[in-house]
């Protein structure tokens, strides 16, 4: 993913690999574009990892340890309704609903929290074997990415792993699966350090399509080199749709524009 902790060289090689490999991937087939349909404010100091609207209420998960948060955020004026500090040795990751609670990832903790929706009160704690990224659900299980080209179902009340899909566009293996947000049937997710959102069969893992973001955000307004695109947010009441990214000084809710 991600994260302002890595080694240089670390990044350096890793963003190598992805301009790389990506490219010949996306240029299969030409990916869906967008429209801004309106811009919000959004704490430029968020490190964004997980996103998710529920019933109104905008709820988010930044990282970094010792900065990692859960908060309720207000969209029209990007304003911190309530929020809660994660303890200090974890770096927080994504985050989903699950009936009246949100669950939260942490990066390499193998830790997950799981918090009372209406107090953002903590209730109970979880493991699971895999570093976590993105984190959503489709009704029936938590699905969760792990950096990798592999995508997880779990057991909600468990917690268990019940399936995985490996994700694949053209047979290519998609790795460095990040943020996620599971809309019509469909998962998105952002990949790392690109501006792409892929959607993907829950069935096959097959690569259904992809969305370009690129210039979604002005480069004079990106102030860092961890600013990328992170975060999906689906209104399923009023279907909107909600993107932002790590330090991004705006939230923008977009219209999905066929190709």
Same mark, same amino acid.
């Given at each position: 993913?991600?994260?302002?902790?890595?080694? #240089?060289l670390?990044r350096?090689?890793?963003?190598c690999? +992805?301009?790389?490999?990506?490219?010949?991937?996306?240029?299969?087939?030409?990916?869906?574009?967008?429209r801004?349909?309106?811009?919000?404010?959004?704490?430029?100091?968020?490190?964004?990892?997980?996103?998710?609207?529920?019933?109104?209420?905008?709820?988010?998960?930044?990282?970094?340890?010792?900065?990692?948060?859960?908060?309720?955020?207000? +969209?029209e004026? #990007?304003?911190?309704?309530r929020e809660?500090?994660?303890?200090?040795q974890?770096?927080?990751?994504?985050?989903?609903?699950? #009936?009246?609670?949100?669950?939260?990832?942490?990066?390499?903790?193998h830790?997950?929290?799981?918090?009372?929706?209406?107090?953002?009160?903590? +209730?109970?704690?979880?493991?699971?074997?895999? !570093? #976590?990224?993105g984190?959503?659900?489709?009704g029936?299980?938590?699905i969760?990415?792990?950096?990798?080209?592999?995508?997880?179902?779990?057991?909600?009340?468990?917690?268990?792993?019940?399936?995985?899909?490996?994700v694949?566009?053209?047979?290519?293996?998609?790795?460095?699966?990040?943020?996620? !947000?599971?809309?019509h049937?469909q998962?998105?997710?952002?990949?790392?350090?690109?501006?792409?959102?892929a959607?993907?069969?829950?069935?096959?893992?097959?690569?259904?399509?992809?969305?370009?973001?690129?210039?979604?955000?002005?480069?004079?307004?990106?102030?860092?080199?961890d600013?990328?695109?992170?975060?999906?947010?689906?209104d399923h009441?009023?279907?909107? +749709?909600?993107?932002?990214?790590?330090?991004w000084?705006?939230?923008?809710?977009?219209?999905?524009?066929?190709?």
């Open positions: 993913m991600k994260k302002r902790v890595a080694a #240089g670390v350096s090689f890793a963003v690999v +992805l301009l790389c490999l990506v490219p010949a991937t996306f240029a299969r087939e030409a990916a869906d574009g967008y801004v349909v309106h811009a919000y404010p959004h704490d430029a100091q968020a490190f964004t990892q997980g996103l998710v609207y529920v019933n109104g209420h905008l709820y988010e998960s930044t990282g970094l340890n010792g900065q990692s948060t859960l908060r309720e955020d207000d +969209l004026t #990007g304003r911190v309704i809660v500090n994660v303890p200090s974890y770096f927080a990751e994504g985050l989903t609903n699950w #009936g009246d609670t949100l669950i939260q990832l942490t990066w390499k903790a830790v997950a929290f799981v918090y009372d929706r209406a107090t953002l009160r903590l +209730l109970r704690t979880f493991h699971y074997p895999w !570093e #976590g990224w984190l959503t659900q489709d029936k299980h938590l969760l990415s792990d950096g990798s080209d592999t995508i997880h179902f779990l057991n909600p009340e468990t917690f268990a792993e019940v399936r995985s899909i490996r694949t566009d053209h047979g290519d293996p998609v790795k460095n699966l990040n943020e996620l !947000e599971y809309i049937g998962i998105y997710s952002n990949v790392w350090m690109t501006d792409k959102i959607r993907i069969s829950p069935e096959t893992g097959q690569v259904l399509g992809w969305i370009d973001l690129s210039g979604i955000l002005p480069a004079i307004e990106i102030r860092s080199n600013a990328v695109l992170n975060g999906i947010a689906y009441e009023h279907n909107r +749709l909600f993107v932002t990214g790590k330090l000084p705006r939230l923008f809710e977009i219209q999905i524009i066929k190709r």
